[in-house]
């Protein structure tokens, strides 16, 4: 199973990294408030540049003067499986990436479910969407209750 993984990123700004493994590459979006479980909140994830594989296990300190500098943790890790479908058909990871909708659940120490990212206005904007399952959690703020690295 293709692997996902969440890295908090404390750059200029404090963000999450959300990566998902799409075509031997980890295809990459920027989450301004982080991940969530509540499935009345939407979070407005921002598509950035792919990043090799071996990045999944990236934890540690971007130099001062380099792109992206800061502290880098992984925060969560873990499989996730396609469930992107049109009617019965399975739709490929990278054509539904191209359709902008990918719909997937995560199998991870901490964010597990069903998620869709949908793209919204513009060339990188998306919205991360936790469906209502036996993992959301209403009015619950994963990311202050579990901050800290998985690692």
Avoid: C
């Avoid at 880098?72 to 990436?97: C, H, Q």
């Avoid at 998306?126 to 202050?144: F, G, V």
Wanted: proline share 5%; aromatic share 10%; charged share 30%.
């Amino acid at each position: 199973m293709p692997i996902y993984v969440v890295q908090k990123h404390a750059a200029s700004t404090l963000h999450y990294d959300f990566r998902l493994e799409i075509g031997n590459t980890l295809k990459s979006w920027v989450l301004p408030k982080g991940p969530t479980l509540d499935p009345h909140v939407k979070r407005l994830a921002i598509q950035t540049s792919d990043h090799d594989l071996a990045f999944a296990d990236f934890e540690g300190i971007i130099p001062e003067g380099q792109y992206g500098a800061g502290k880098i943790i992984i925060w969560d890790k873990g499989e996730f499986r396609n469930e992107t479908y049109e009617g019965k058909e399975l739709v490929p990871l990278d054509e539904a990436l191209k359709e902008g909708k990918i719909t997937f659940s995560l199998k991870g120490q901490k964010l597990n479910g069903m998620f869709t990212l949908l793209k919204i206005e513009g060339e990188k904007n998306w919205l991360l969407i936790k469906h209502k399952d036996k993992y959301a959690k209403e009015n619950y703020d994963i990311t202050k209750e579990m901050p800290a690295s998985i690692e």
